[in-house]
Structure formats: structure tokens, C-alpha cells
């Protein structure tokens, strides 16, 4: 008897411990009010405007000003299926007739900074300048909406967007974070050139100052659309282009986080410097790092080559290594790695060089060159002058591919000569190359590797992915898609000149206060800062 | 002065387009995101780079008449106000440490020379031969690491100077503990460089006749060294102090990124980065006018402290 009180006794205090730190843990995680979050950027800003920068320079600063028609998911930006409303109201639609027309309703009551009320006009104005922009006028990304065939609006609160055809590719696209809404009366009153040095937004945040070099600055907004929201009564946003300088503003409490990413060595100097003062979030990331051959130029104008420099590469090994110190990590298809389009491992594995055998892979590759006559060639190999994860990687496939008797010589280039190597002068053999979308959109993503797409440099032609991604375009179900999307991704992988080697990999440390932020699979996504607060 | 800066002219602007690639090309394509080759086609027609070669160089030449320098090709913005941004950080920089490196040049170049051979020499010639062989980043970062290690080990919160620029006027307290360390950064290689010069220069002068009159008449060391010895040596240090200040205005290139100060050299460095030739045609031609300017004021110094020297 005494011992079964004893042990009731032991258990309710147990419980009664358990409930209290439930509630001490509940309360901990309720957002606190106030405090300015100061966070560092390490590129520069080249205009305020969403619709022709391409650049996170500009993203992370600036797009806490700005709504979106709807955006991923702040608190499940992981998943790059879930969208939320932003300015529009319930929930992302899904298409009507067939999948081409999207109805979306657009929230009352809603205004820009400057008090003018933000309504479906205003959204009509946004994609109109975006979608089908007067000549003359830049839209970064109008090729986007190619499905696009009209934007009306039947009424002041409500959008209607009506597509040529289906495609899976619309609703990634019209959640780019680059899509800013704007005043359709700025836009009449000032031009379409207003909004490059002009901010007027209806964001979680109004603009304080842009001192250039320095930093941007924004206090809340206590009229935004999303209750309770900010938190934050305003950023900082301390331009920084140096790495260890980013880094040791965190160390120092200069800045409490960065947005883009850090490699595992910055994070690792972080968490033993400070311990638990630094929270560390880790994702796969929407860029995939690649290389690209050169078909205009003798031997890579032979499949074999190329497929044997692809065959050469030990990519699971590198998963497990080069992922120690550099930003890479995962083996995936072209699809990135978590979507429901991707490749599975089974069907990767099919791939090649993408099979867990890597001395039968490199065997085959070494039987392919002496058959092409090209056993042992010196070729250019040219790359990006920055480290990461450029030059670290480039140097591990100077290594792999010396591993089956080729000899690549690296040309290490700075940015804009290595760009005018790639797109205009094409005086390389083999370079490095890259896909870093925004927003995780395959089949807007894997454009890519079609021979005829204006960011494909290795001069192949093949019209067959033309027709393939033609289909995949306009295919309804995902079901369908992702058929088709094998079909894709094996052609692409048998005949094209480029081929993957590993998908990048987001380390985001920061310090331990900054909550309610999530990291996304893109350095481009959920930077609108609304559900960010300090717990000091 | 002006074929100098007409020859400067003709150099950057053709060197600059000799090398490949374009600002729009790092502007649109660098992040690797999707690009139009139409609306980097288009950029280049908005930024005149598809002008003949021979058209932009008229336009950059007339500029200077109409005194319009030009839009920043990256931001888009005047270049006179990118430049104006950054401008005082910079002055205030070389202004601070050419202070720390006469502060500490001149006295100690002078006790080197009249302590010659003595351990005090030793001493003095050890520490500016360290602060001419230390490059003044790497000592940068070591300033850097030292704060946030030592601030942590003593205090138990890591502690670095700010890495944004406030104005003097607006909080001296926090500008001064951003810009401080750059300063002794840089002053130190600076009064490294003046040191010797000045201990050389006065043991040059010391060996002079009119020194040892002055001596053999009886004259108070004091004085001959302050009065007669010291303001003729001065000569050759003053052309040193007035390079290194000019170096100093677009020269911290990457002192500047260490501390990341806003300042011209961190501009030079973004703008030839980016490729954005009408900000570096423009940097280039000031740090040229700087030089020159440095180099004439210079010479008027000289004729103060040599009333020899005269220009005709």
C-alpha cells in the first residue's frame, strides 16, 4: 500500500514537472515583441526592382517591403509544394477548366506604404509588367509565364488568370519572391523605371534608408496585412561582401544571422566559439553545381567522351567527403532532390554515373575514351574564381577525372570573364557550371538542360528534349509529369553536354535568438522577415 | 597636371573594355538564375554599351565638360553621389592614420638617429622593419581576431568593432571605435615607412658642416636638433607622408574589406568586380587627381620648409 502511494506520489510530481515545463516551453515559444534584427549581406544591391534584379543582394533587403500575390509557406518553407496567401485570400487555387484558368481573391482593406489601397488592379498592373512588359522594358523572368495567355480583372477584389495550356510550371512561378506587388498608380504616374530607385510597398516593413555600400533599413509596418505581424520593429541589413567578415559580425553580435548560407568549417568556428548561442538550420539547396563539355570542340563533340567524363565522377563519395568543406552534399537527378518530381535513388542509380559501383563506372569510362581515341587528353577546365563551392569542387574533378587517365588543366577565372567564356567566347573544353533557381520549380528548372535554352552553353542540339519538354510543359497530373520527366532527364543525361555532380547544401548559423525563421531550400525564399522575432 | 590625367583617361577607359564580359552579364546571369539573352541585350542598350567604342569615349570625355560624370552602370545612380557616399570614410581613414604615423614617425625616427647604434635604435628599427614586412590587412585580421578571442576570454562575450560607418558628427564615440583599428592598421606600416626615412634623413642631415658649427660654437644639442637638424630633414618624409596619404585615399583596398569600411577602395573593388566601367573609369581619375593634387601641395610644403627651393 505505502509503496503504491509512494510510486502515485513520484508519478504526479512527475507529472506536475512535465506540465510546468510544457507551459515554461509553451511560453518560451511565444513570440516577444520588439527589437531591431540586424542581419549581414554579402552581395550588393544593383536596383530596388523585383522584376529585373536577379540578384539575393537585392532579395534580402528590399523584399521585406514588398507583398507577394502568395508565397511558400514561412513556416514550412521546406516543403516546395506549400504556398500561402499573401495579398490574395484562403487558399492558393488550383486551376480551373482544366487547369487553365486560376481565380485568386484578393484580401480588403489592404494598402501600400504611401495609404493607397492595394487591390486586384494593382495586382493586373504588377503582372502585367512583369508578364507581357511593353517593348523596351526589361522582365527578367517573363519567359516564365509563356502559359500565360491573359490577366483580368472582373472585379476590384478579384484576379483571373487564363493559361494557353496547363502547366505544373504556373503556380512555382507566380510564387517567385522577385514577383514585388506594385501601385498600378506609381507604375501610371511614374513609369515603369520608378521602382528601380523607388520603393513603395505594402511589405511587413516601410523603408527607412539605403546608405549604398552600407546598409538598408526598415521600421514595421503597423498597417500589414498579417495580424500581429511583424514582430520586429525593424532590420538592418549591413552589406558585408566579405565571408569571414559575415561570420565574425555573428561571432561578435554585429549581426545575428545571414541569409545565404555559410560552408561547414564557418558554421563548425561558430558553434565552438559560442556553444548554444548559435542555432544552426541545415537544408538541401535549389542550385545544382554542374559541368558542362563543349561540344563545338573535338573530342567532347563525341557522346562517348562526354559520357565517360560523367562516368569518372565518384559522386556518392563526394557526398560523404567534399561535403566536410564545401557547400555541396546531396546526389540527385535534375530534379532538386526532395520534390515529388525527383528522381528516387532507384531510378537515380539507373543513371549514368550516378551507380554506387564507381570502379566499373571508371572502367567503362576509360574502355569508352580509348575507343574514342581521347585516352589520356590535356583539356581546358574552366571555373569560377570562388570558392565555394566553385573552386573546391573543380578541384575535386580535376581529381576524379585524372582518376581515368585524363589530364583537365583548370582555368580559374574571375566572374565576368568566366561568364564571357561560357556565353560568348565558348574557347573552353570543359567548364564549370551551375542552376541556382529561386523557387523550387522543375519544370521551369530543368529548361536548363535543353540544348536550345538560352543558359545551355555546351553547343549541343537536340530537338527530341525540345519535343520531350514540350509535352512535359502542358502534362496535367503530376503523375504525368513525372513520367515524363524520367523520359527527360535520361535523354538529357545520354546526349547533352551537361552533367550534374552535386546539389548544393544551405548551412544557416545564427544566433540562438533570431526564432520563428525557417530555412528554405532557396536563399531566395522566405526573407519577407514578418514571422521573425528576438527572444532577448 | 592635364596631360596626366588626359593620358589616365585613354588608358582606363580602353583597359577596362579590353578585358571580356560585361556588367549586365554578372548583373543577370551571375546568380545562375534563368536569364533572357534578350534582356541582357537589352541592358546592354539601356547602359550604351552597344554604342560603337568610339561613341562611348566621346561620351565619357564630354562628361568631364558638361560635368556630368555618368551613372553608376550597376546601381544606375549619379557617380558623383556613390563616390560621395563613401568619400569622407576614406578621408577620415587616411586623415587618422596619417596622424598615428607621424605621431609616431617622427619622434621615433628622430630618437633612432640621435641614439644611433644604441639598444634604443635596435628597438626603433626592429618594430618598423616588423610594420613594413606585416602587410597592414593581415594585421587587420589579427586586430579582428584578437577582440573577438580576447573580449570573450576576459569578458565572456565576444566583442568586434562595428561594421557599419556612422559620421563623426552623428556619434564620434561609435565612429571612432569602428575606424580606430584600421587606422593603427594602416598607420603602423605607414609610420614604419616614415620612420626610417626620417631616421636616415636627420642622420644624413647631423653629418652636415652647419651641424657641427653649431656644435663647436657651444649650441644646445636641443636645439640644434629641433630648430636646425629636424625641420631640414623633413624634406624626404613629407614625400613620403604625402604618397602614402594619396595611397591611402583609393589605395586601402583590402584594409577596407577587412574591417568592411564603406569607403573608395571597397567601391573600387564592387565596381571592377562587377565589371561597372563607368564607376572605375571615374575611381581611377579621382585617385589620379588625388595624387596629383597631394604631389602639388607637396611641393608648396617644400618651399616652406627649404626657402631655397622656388618654382619659376
Known amino acids: 500500500m505505502k509503496k503504491s502511494i509512494f510510486k502515485m506520489f513520484v508519478m504526479a510530481t512527475a507529472g506536475l514537472v512535465f506540465a510546468l515545463t510544457g507551459v515554461l516551453s509553451a511560453s518560451a515559444a511565444t513570440p516577444k515583441r520588439g527589437g531591431i534584427l540586424n542581419f549581414v549581406v554579402g552581395s550588393k544591391i544593383p536596383s530596388y526592382d523585383g522584376h529585373i534584379e536577379s540578384t539575393f543582394g537585392m532579395i534580402h533587403p528590399i523584399r521585406p517591403f514588398y507583398s507577394l500575390l502568395f508565397r511558400v509557406n514561412p513556416d514550412n518553407p521546406a516543403d516546395p509544394t506549400d504556398f500561402l496567401c499573401d495579398v490574395c485570400e484562403g487558399s492558393v487555387p488550383a486551376g480551373a477548366k482544366g487547369g487553365t484558368e486560376y481565380t485568386f481573391k484578393i484580401r480588403k482593406g489592404l494598402q501600400f506604404h504611401n495609404g493607397a489601397p492595394l487591390n486586384a488592379h494593382d495586382v493586373k498592373a504588377t503582372f502585367d509588367k512583369i508578364v507581357f512588359p511593353p517593348e523596351g ?66 511589405g511587413a516593413f516601410i523603408f527607412v534608408e539605403h546608405v549604398a555600400g552600407s546598409h538598408v533599413s526598415g521600421k514595421r509596418n503597423p498597417n500589414y ?51 548554444d548561442k548559435i542555432t544552426v538550420q541545415e537544408s538541401d539547396w535549389n542550385c545544382a553545381l554542374m559541368f558542362t563539355a563543349n561540344v563545338r570542340r573535338k573530342p567532347f563533340d563525341d557522346p562517348r567522351v562526354r559520357r565517360a567524363l560523367t562516368l569518372a565522377v565518384d559522386r556518392y563519395e563526394a557526398s560523404q567527403y567534399l561535403a566536410n568543406i564545401a557547400i555541396v ?26 551507380s554506387k559501383d564507381i570502379e566499373a563506372s571508371r572502367a567503362e569510362a576509360r574502355a569508352l575514351l580509348k575507343e574514342a581515341g581521347a585516352d589520356g587528353i590535356e583539356f581546358d577546365f574552366n571555373n569560377r574564381g570562388v570558392d565555394q563551392p566553385y573552386k573546391v569542387v573543380g578541384t575535386w574533378l580535376v581529381d576524379q577525372w585524372r582518376q581515368v587517365g585524363l589530364k583537365p588543366i583548370q582555368r580559374v577565372q574571375p566572374s565576368p570573364q568566366f561568364y564571357a567564356t561560357l556565353r560568348k567566347k565558348h574557347d573552353f ?16 528548372d530543368v529548361t536548363k538542360f535543353l540544348c536550345s535554352a538560352g543558359n545551355h552553353y555546351s553547343g549541343c542540339e537536340n530537338p527530341k528534349l525540345d519535343e520531350i519538354y514540350g509535352r512535359l510543359l502542358r502534362a496535367e497530373s503530376q503523375d504525368q509529369q513525372r513520367v515524363i520527366m524520367r523520359e527527360f532527364e535520361s535523354e538529357a543525361f545520354d546526349t547533352g553536354g551537361t552533367a550534374l555532380t552535386l546539389w548544393w547544401y544551405k548551412i544557416n548559423p545564427h544566433r540562438s535568438y533570431v526564432k520563428g525563421w525557417k530555412i528554405a531550400p532557396s536563399h531566395y525564399l522566405n526573407q519577407s522577415l514578418d514571422q521573425i522575432w528576438l527572444d532577448k | 597636371m592635364l596631360p596626366t590625367l588626359v593620358g589616365a583617361a585613354i588608358l ?43 561613341a562611348q569615349f566621346f561620351d565619357f570625355i564630354t562628361g568631364y565638360f558638361t560635368w556630368d560624370l555618368g551613372d553608376s552602370m550597376w546601381t544606375g545612380k549619379p557617380v558623383t553621389e556613390e563616390i560621395g557616399i563613401r568619400f569622407p570614410l576614406s578621408l577620415q581613414v587616411a ?4 596622424v598615428v604615423a607621424v605621431v609616431f614617425a617622427i619622434p621615433l625616427g628622430a630618437i633612432s638617429a640621435i641614439k644611433q647604434d644604441t639598444w634604443i635604435d635596435y628597438a626603433v628599427r626592429t618594430f618598423s622593419i616588423a610594420g613594413i614586412a606585416m602587410p597592414s590587412f593581415w594585421l587587420g585580421i589579427l586586430i579582428i581576431l584578437g577582440l573577438l578571442i580576447g573580449t570573450q576570454h576576459f569578458f565572456g562575450t565576444p566583442w ?33 615607412v616614415a620612420t626610417r626615412m626620417t631616421r636616415s634623413a636627420l642622420l644624413e642631415v647631423l653629418r ?11 649650441m644646445i644639442e636641443k636645439i640644434i636638433i629641433n630648430r636646425h637638424a629636424l625641420k631640414n630633414s623633413m624634406l624626404p618624409v613629407l614625400t613620403i607622408i604625402g604618397i602614402e596619404f594619396a595611397f591611402l585615399m583609393g589605395g586601402l583596398v583590402v584594409t577596407e574589406q577587412v574591417f568592411n569600411l564603406n569607403g573608395i577602395g571597397k567601391l573600387f573593388v564592387e565596381s571592377v568586380q562587377a565589371q561597372d566601367f563607368a564607376m572605375t573609369q571615374q575611381l581611377v581619375m579621382l585617385v589620379v587627381l588625388i595624387a596629383l593634387l597631394t604631389n602639388f601641395v607637396v611641393d608648396l610644403i617644400y618651399a616652406w620648409l627649404d626657402p631655397r627651393i622656388r618654382y619659376g
Request: hydrophobic share 40%; with cysteine; proline share 8%.
Open chain 1, 137 to 202: 522594358v526589361p522582365s527578367n523572368r517573363k519567359a516564365m509565364f509563356r502559359m500565360v495567355d491573359s490577366i483580368v480583372v472582373p472585379d476590384d477584389h478579384t484576379i483571373v488568370f487564363t493559361l494557353k495550356f496547363p502547366s505544373g510550371a504556373f503556380i512555382p512561378a507566380m510564387g517567385m519572391p522577385f514577383n514585388f506587388i506594385y501601385s498600378k498608380k506609381d507604375l501610371d504616374d511614374n513609369g515603369y523605371d520608378w521602382h528601380k530607385k523607388n520603393i513603395n510597398g505594402s
Open chain 1, 225 to 275: 496585412h498579417h495580424e500581429g505581424k511583424p514582430y520586429l520593429d525593424g532590420f538592418k541589413a549591413i552589406s558585408a561582401p566579405k565571408m569571414s567578415i559575415r561570420l565574425q559580425a555573428i561571432r561578435g553580435d554585429r549581426a545575428a544571422i545571414e541569409f545565404r548560407g555559410f560552408p561547414p568549417k564557418a558554421r563548425d568556428d561558430l558553434v565552438n566559439a559560442l556553444g
Open chain 1, 329 to 354: 552534399k546531396t546526389v540527385g537527378g535534375i530534379v532538386f532532390p526532395s520534390h515529388p518530381l525527383a528522381a528516387t535513388a532507384a531510378e537515380l542509380e539507373a543513371m549514368p554515373g550516378f
Open chain 1, 429 to 444: 573544353d570543359v567548364s564549370v557550371d551551375f542552376n541556382c533557381q529561386s523557387i523550387v520549380n522543375p519544370i521551369a
Open chain 2, 12 to 54: 582606363v577607359f580602353f583597359l577596362l573594355r579590353a578585358i571580356p564580359g560585361d556588367v549586365c552579364e554578372v548583373r543577370l546571369a551571375g546568380s545562375g538564375l534563368y536569364v533572357d539573352e534578350a534582356e541582357i541585350e537589352l541592358c546592354r542598350e539601356k547602359l550604351g554599351l552597344a554604342k560603337p567604342l568610339i
Open chain 2, 95 to 98: 586623415i587618422m592614420a596619417t
Open chain 2, 160 to 192: 568586434m568593432p562595428p561594421i557599419d560607418y556612422v559620421p563623426l558628427y552623428e556619434d564620434p564615440l561609435r565612429n571612432l571605435s569602428q575606424l580606430i583599428w584600421p587606422a593603427v592598421a594602416t598607420g603602423y606600416r605607414y609610420s614604419a
Open chain 2, 208 to 218: 652636415e658642416d652647419y651641424i657641427r658649427t653649431a656644435r663647436a660654437k657651444g
